[in-house]
Nanobody
């Protein structure tokens, strides 16, 4: 099992930036993919960005259309930490953000049912 702890959320005005972090511990060597998801009240959890982990320090990043060009996912393997840099934030980005870890490859990065472990989430609120 992998333990995940998110941090970095907060309240910002539209156009602002935040950087989320997700620190992993436990059997992190078994992780093949990590992702950022978000869930707003009354809505389903949706994928924001995914990182498919390769050899060395490599990973392949993918994004939801709604955040392309504004959000950047990155992974620092030496620190077992996943990041999400969020720029040009909009009110519709308001949600609780979660990171997930998957121990299998394949499937769509945005399919939350493929992830085995989740953090507790961090709240992001963007005001207009």
């Amino acid at each position: 099992q992998v333990q995940l702890v998110e941090s970095g959320g907060g309240s910002v005005q539209a156009g602002g930036s935040l950087r989320l972090s997700c620190a992993g511990s436990g059997y992190t060597g078994t992780v093949r993919r990590m992702g950022w998801f978000r869930q707003a009240p009354g809505k389903e959890r949706e994928g924001v960005a995914g990182a498919s982990i390769g050899g060395g320090n490599t990973y392949y990043a993918e994004y939801a259309d709604s955040v392309k060009g504004r959000f950047t996912i990155s992974l620092e393997k030496a620190k077992n930490t996943l990041y999400l840099q969020m720029n040009s934030l909009k009110p519709e980005d308001t949600a609780r953000y979660y990171c997930g870890a998957a121990r299998r490859r394949g499937g769509y990065w945005w399919a939350s049912n493929l992830y085995d472990d989740w953090g507790q989430g961090t709240q992001v609120t963007v005001s207009s």
